[in-house]
């Protein structure tokens, strides 16, 4: 359901459908596709560019419907990117799993 962001090296070469987005953002598919018209999201490969899935979080939080979404994604969008200073969050740590 939810989207990894990865290096922009490897999101430079990803694409996200439309659905996934909207789902991982709160949005509707035509929300989605609004965006998309707006020039605040990128096409790739047929779908949405993951890097301006990346710079939609930071630049334009306001088409977020954030406080109306679940702490777990609301959470999943602080570690993707988006700002909010009222939700600490703590990236999680791989410390230890690849030893």
Known sequence: MRVNIR?????????????????????????VYRLLKRGALRRFKGGVAETSFSDLLREHPEVIPYSRLPRDQR????????????????RPSVKGILD
Do not use: F, H, I, M
């Open 7 to 31: 290096s922009a090296e490897d999101s430079e070469r990803t694409a996200l459908s439309v659905t996934q987005v909207a789902t991982d953002l709160g949005l509707s598919r035509a929300s």
């Open 75 to 90: 959470e999943w969008l602080v570690l993707n990117g988006y700002s909010d200073p009222s939700l600490s969050v703590k």
